[in-house]
């Protein structure tokens, strides 16, 4: 989809040089968001002991070290403040009668409270590392990780579509007729509409 808007881009239209700079930005930020959780993973991993030879990490069964690195370090707020960020500047990009978008990418990139079995809230961060293994954590990482791809995804399509016509490219100009009737008698007239038409 990035190809296609920058192809339209190419063809001069004002308003895809403009979508194809905003898709610039929006790409930019995904993949900012998306590495910083990459090293976030590589870190709580690390942290416990890295990987085995079959690419397991050593510590998967810990309990400790993803609330460590994530609540006590607090690099899971900054985590969900990024996240926020990212999502206000996505929401922007929409048109506010465009609601079930604005919904979805909101339902991505959510953040909530985190509520146990008994009622008691906690933070975001606290619910994706509090009390979980370290293989878990870093799988709600991984989903993070997928939320952001998504809402990207999302927004490029959109971005895309809102190009309309201004992104269809055509080559080839012909010459083309439609005919009142499909048959013609002997001696009646015949009339048809005669047009240039644009074709790829």
Known sequence: ???????????????????????????????????????????????????????????????????EYLLHQKKGEVL????????????????PRDKGLIASISELLKTPEYVD???????WESGISEHLPLAAVTANLSNVQSYVSNAETQIINYLFEELGLDTYKVNRILAASIAENSYILQGDAYQSSVFLAAAD
């Open 1 to 67: 989809v990035y190809n296609k808007i920058e192809s339209a881009a190419a063809l001069g239209s004002e308003k895809a040089k403009k979508s194809l700079k905003i898709a610039n930005q929006v790409q930019k930020e995904s993949k900012t968001l998306f590495a910083m959780v990459e090293t976030y993973k590589k870190d709580i991993i690390d942290l416990g002991g890295g990987l085995d030879e079959k690419g397991i990490p050593l510590g998967k069964e810990n309990q400790d070290i993803g609330a």
């Open 80 to 95: 969900r403040s990024k996240i926020e960020v990212y999502k206000k500047s996505l929401v922007a990009l929409i048109d």
């Open 117 to 123: 079995y008994e009622g008691n809230k906690a933070s």
